[in-house]
């Protein structure tokens, strides 16, 4: 099922902007109410609150790489992503509701991160989940933007080649 234009538009644009703000005022919440490296326990050690400054990519990868390069990869690509995403999510109108809900929550996501990282050289992370031998790396809520939209995405294909 696909949208009517204006309301796509605004749907496109509202799912983008929900999940900047989600993750651009957990951060600002995090950055100026907790220390660097302070843990604050949350659900019985399962849930800490943990305030890292991540100069890599998702859980650190590239953080040793050369200062350009890092941008180039880190900075760079992601723009050109994030601006990829929009000329496909804008040209393409036959987009199914739930792949193009999935594309913005990804896109959005890129944004957050993509922001902190031009605005302050590295992104916030502060979610770290621990459940007997199952834990995370340390996270922000772009990157559950970013992954809630690959499975959204991920779904999407496997329903719709099986019906």
């Known amino acids: ?7 796509r538009i605004v749907l496109i644009v509202t799912v983008v902007l929900v999940n900047i703000g989600c993750d651009q005022v957990s951060k600002k919440i995090v950055r100026h109410n907790v220390y660097p490296y302070e843990m604050i326990h949350l659900l019985d050690n ?4 943990t305030r890292v400054e991540n100069s890599g990519a998702f859980l650190s990868a590239g953080d040793s790489m050369p200062d350009a390069t890092k941008h180039v990869f880190l900075s760079l690509v992601p723009l050109i992503a994030v601006l990829l995403g929009f000329v496909y999510i804008f040209t393409k109108p036959g987009i199914p509701r739930n792949m193009l809900i999935g594309f913005c929550f990804v896109i959005g996501g ?3 991160n993509l922001f902190d990282r031009m605005e302050y050289g590295s992104v916030t992370d502060f979610i770290h989940i621990r459940f007997g031998v199952f834990q995370t790396g340390i996270f922000n809520l772009a990157d559950v933007s970013i992954i809630t939209g690959i499975v959204i995405v991920l779904l999407q294909f496997l329903f719709k080649k099986k019906s």
Do not use: D, Q, W
């Open 110 to 112: 890129g944004i957050g």
């Open 1 to 7: 099922m696909t949208t009517r234009p204006l309301i």
């Open 46 to 49: 399962h849930l800490t609150v």
